[in-house]
């Protein structure tokens, strides 16, 4: 699904960090605020995948990346997590933030 598919392209973040969790949904992403107000909130859910600003890729050449190490992402997205992916690798960073 894509924000403008509910209606919120024009949604502040913290509205659509909500939606997120409540449609138990993994946010994919260049914005990297998303972090900053999981942080914040002290949360652990939605899971985030970050796309890095600097990465190179072409839209279909991330969602290659992210096809070939969603096997290996989803134990941690499954209990709320940000991956962030750039031209370096993936780290990973379980929810809470703060915890």
Same mark, same amino acid.
């Given at each position: 699904?894509?924000?403008? +598919?509910?209606g919120l392209s024009r949604a502040g973040?913290?509205?659509?960090?909500?939606?997120?969790?409540?449609?138990? !949904?993994v946010l994919i992403s260049a914005d990297?605020?998303? /972090?900053?107000?999981?942080?914040?909130? +002290?949360?652990?859910?939605?899971?985030?995948?970050?796309?890095? !600003? !600097?990465? !190179?890729?072409?839209?279909?050449?991330?969602?290659?990346?992210?096809?070939?190490?969603?096997?290996?992402?989803?134990?941690?997205?499954?209990? /709320?997590?940000?991956?962030?992916? +750039?031209?370096? /690798?993936?780290?990973?960073?379980r929810l809470p933030i703060g915890g």
């Open positions: 699904m894509h924000t403008a +598919d509910y973040d913290d509205e659509i960090l909500a939606r997120a969790a409540d449609e138990d !949904r990297t605020d998303f /972090g900053g107000l999981l942080a914040a909130q +002290d949360a652990t859910v939605p899971s985030v995948i970050l796309y890095r !600003r !600097r990465t !190179r890729r072409r839209p279909h050449e991330q969602v290659m990346v992210l096809l070939a190490n969603l096997t290996a992402l989803e134990a941690d997205l499954d209990v /709320g997590a940000i991956a962030v992916i +750039d031209d370096r /690798g993936i780290r990973i960073r």
